[in-house]
């Protein structure tokens, strides 16, 4: 069975600095998709970003990014030039590639951002 | 329209009530997802629709039943809840397995307190 970690319950980041999460996960599968979702305290989770396993390219979307270490199973999130509204809870999940649409989430990120 | 509704916002119910939470999406995608959120941990898994059938059901208690009527439309039939129920409901769609892209869109959920 495949697992997700993410080891810092809470994280906390200076507006406009930047900040890393991290996350790592377990799966004998070499073909997945591995995601990070944020859900702000208005509770609606939202995609942040996507990743294929089969491409060696770090995914990025504007501010947010991915430094993705297949051979280390690390997945984390680079948030740049922080906002107030970055302020959320950070998932890591885990998807099999076309076994099934099952998510595997990490234990989540809380993450502060101070003015 | 990358958007899940879900009503409603919220609910409160007693042990020996019945009541209905109800999901909805136009965004052609033919599987769709229940979860259960606890606060600050990850959401888990209840049930799964595929092209309306059911496919996927962890183990949850028979208190909670689903039903898809149609494939934009999938509620969740609540009887004789437990307090331990309390919880934020997610709903969530997204393209069936093997299609190239099929992330989770999630709804904002319901945050039912069962008295």
């Known amino acids: 069975a495949q697992t997700v970690t993410q080891s810092q319950p809470e994280m906390s980041v200076q507006e406009a600095e930047t900040v890393t999460l991290s996350c790592t996960y377990d799966?004998?599968?070499?073909?997945?998709?591995l995601f990070w979702y944020k859900q702000p305290p208005s509770r609606q989770m939202i995609l942040v970003i996507r990743?294929?396993?089969?491409?060696?390219q770090n995914a990025t979307e504007n501010r947010f990014s991915v430094n993705f270490q297949k051979a280390a199973k690390s997945f984390s999130l680079k948030i740049s030039d922080s906002q107030l509204g970055d302020a959320a809870m950070y998932f890591c999940a885990y998807r099999n590639g076309n076994a099934g649409n099952m998510l595997t989430f990490g234990g989540g990120t809380r993450l502060m951002v101070k003015p | 329209d990358t958007e899940v509704t879900q009503t409603p916002k919220h609910l409160v119910m007693g042990m020996t009530n019945k009541k209905s939470l109800k999901c909805e999406q136009h965004?052609?995608?033919?599987?769709m997802y229940w979860y259960k959120q606890k606060a600050k941990k990850p959401p888990e898994l209840m049930f799964v629709y595929s092209y309306e059938k059911l496919s996927i059901n962890e183990s949850v208690p028979s208190r909670f039943s689903p039903e898809c009527p149609n494939s934009s439309l999938l509620n969740l039939h609540l009887h004789a809840l437990q307090p331990e129920d309390s919880a934020l409901y997610l709903c969530?769609?997204?393209?069936?397995?093997?299609?190239?892209?099929?992330?989770?869109?999630f709804g904002p959920g319901t945050r039912l307190t069962v008295t």
């Open positions: 969530a769609s997204s393209q069936v397995p093997g299609t190239p892209t099929y992330e989770q869109y």
């Open positions: 965004m052609g995608h033919r599987a």
């Open positions: 799966t004998s599968e070499s073909d997945y998709y």
């Open positions: 990743q294929e396993a089969y491409k060696q």
